[in-house]
């Protein structure tokens, strides 16, 4: 098995240990040292790095396992590692961001399934490399999010429909109606602290820079500290000022912008002149979201929404209420006047439970729903092409064709094959039936092609019934 020192600046961090193959060692031997450094290499008697995910300025992530729990649980530990030549105030601030996230985790992570949970924290102390001297080193030990983040998405697929946005945007404003309702200001919302894991469900990850505000009114903070993303932080922020559940929504806001027009300098959409982000000459979106986001980004805590459940609702009446034109790219942006009167008063926010907060169902736009049913109905006549010159009887040759194609339509479901896939599988497939038609005789290749375009324009005719049921339906009910 290899461990992974986490030792900075350790010469050869990787260690193997062949007798660690065997899970009834790994879990009674006492320990395991750094073959390079000397570094003790199981943490806390339990936690196995075998992993570095990545580095930052205040510490580094490594993924590990717990050979504490039954089936070696995947987990993440986080060393508290400042980068630099830090004066004693910026490290204790540093140490204190650090260990503030740990409370914030084991105060909320297990109260909401979509805040990773916290499993561990604590010192290590050990000899230095230097004679005489001594290191310590801060752990923090929280559940393994198996999934990409919102900016690895972006990099990897492109600009994000507004449905996606949407989607995006509900779901982490019902986590921050959660966090600010604790008394809690995450203070870094970015596409890099949004999480989704393989099954669809969004995270919100990195409290380390919150901003907790005890024995006060969640609106008015105390002065904030200097740690922010620079064009994700509102002014209030940047001048270190107070900080406000606004402020969460103005950075929230900037983070679907960066979705909606795949812009990775999201600053050069900010126009310093006129101190107001100019975004909607790059984007097509309704004009209600977009009316909402301007909201968001005003540069005045006080005219923003002052909460999350506000532009839930709001959000909730533009679904309701609000007729489905569009802008046209080209006019000129329209930024609204700030509001001279505060919104409607909201009823007092009840404690929200975990199933309030679950995630919603996943959706696909309508472009994307009907390219999915014409890749699976052309993929499935394939198969079944394909199976009946190889098969002995109709009825197999149909029951393995459907159980191919469910696999195809749960993997596309979960999201395992999507983009140039819808295109690569056909490819291939086609390929492979027209080879075997070849070699055992059959169909024309020009029969192959019709059916199987048939069963595409069959699949896309039946899923726009389908949806157009489905929503007839919802009107009436």
């Not at 919102?150 to 429909?161: F, I, R, T, V």
């Not at 596409?191 to 469900?201: A, F, L, V, W």
Request: net charge neutral; charged share 15%; glycine share 6%.
């Amino acid at each position: 098995m290899e461990i992974y020192c986490t030792r900075p600046r350790c010469p050869r961090p990787q260690n193997y240990f062949s007798d660690l193959d065997d899970h009834g060692t790994i879990r009674t031997v006492q320990q395991k040292y750094c073959t390079a450094c000397g570094m003790p290499l199981m943490l806390d008697g339990r936690y196995l790095p075998i992993k570095l995910l990545g580095r930052g300025g205040f510490g580094a992530a490594f993924l590990a396992r717990d050979r504490r729990t039954p089936g070696m649980r995947q987990c993440v530990v986080k060393q508290f590692q400042p980068a630099g030549d830090l004066s004693p105030t910026q490290l204790q601030l540093a140490q204190d961001l650090f260990e503030r996230e740990a409370v914030v985790l084991e105060q909320i992570g297990r109260q909401h399934e979509q805040i990773p949970d916290l499993y561990a924290f604590f010192p290590v102390i050990i000899p230095s490399l230097q004679a005489g001297e001594q290191d310590q080193f801060f752990y923090l030990v929280q559940e393994y999010i198996d999934g990409q983040n919102l900016e690895e998405e972006l990099a990897q697929k492109g600009k994000y429909s507004e449905q996606e946005v949407l989607e995006i945007l509900q779901e982490i404003l019902k986590i921050l109606k959660f966090v600010h309702q604790k008394n809690i200001i995450h203070r870094d919302i970015k596409p890099s602290n949004i999480m989704r894991d393989r099954y669809g469900k969004l995270f919100l990850l990195d409290f380390g820079a919150v901003k907790l505000v005890t024995n006060a009114p969640i609106g008015a903070s105390a002065p904030s500290t200097n740690i922010y993303s620079m064009g994700f932080a509102p002014p209030e922020q940047m001048s270190g000022g107070q900080v406000f559940p606004s402020t969460d929504l103005y950075a929230l806001a900037v983070t679907i912008l960066m979705l909606l027009t795949g812009e990775t300098e999201i600053t050069q959409l900010f126009d310093a002149y006129s101190n107001q982000w100019k975004w909607r000459g790059h984007v097509s979106v309704s004009p209600h979201l977009a009316d909402i986001l301007d909201k968001m980004l005003l540069s005045a805590a006080n005219q923003r929404y002052q909460s999350a459940q506000e532009v839930l609702d709001a959000l909730n009446v533009s679904q309701n209420h609000i007729p489905s034109t569009y802008i046209n790219p080209r006019q000129p942006s329209v930024t609204p006047q700030p509001q001279s009167q505060q919104t409607q008063t909201q009823p007092p926010v009840q404690k929200q439970s975990v199933s309030a907060t679950g995630p919603v169902k996943q959706q696909f736009s309508l472009i994307k729903l009907l390219a999915r049913a014409a890749f699976s109905g052309f993929e499935g006549a394939l198969i079944t092409i394909g199976l009946s010159t190889i098969l002995p009887s109709p009825v197999i040759t149909l029951a393995a064709a459907c159980v191919i194609l469910s696999g195809l339509i749960y993997a596309q479901w979960k999201r395992w094959i999507g983009g140039s896939d819808l295109l690569i599988f056909p490819a291939i497939t086609l390929g492979i039936v027209l080879f075997l038609l070849r070699v055992r005789g059959g169909f024309t290749i020009e029969e192959v092609i019709i059916l199987s375009v048939a069963a595409a324009l069959m699949a896309i005719a039946a899923t726009a019934l389908f949806r157009l049921i489905y929503k007839l339906l919802s009107l009436l009910l």
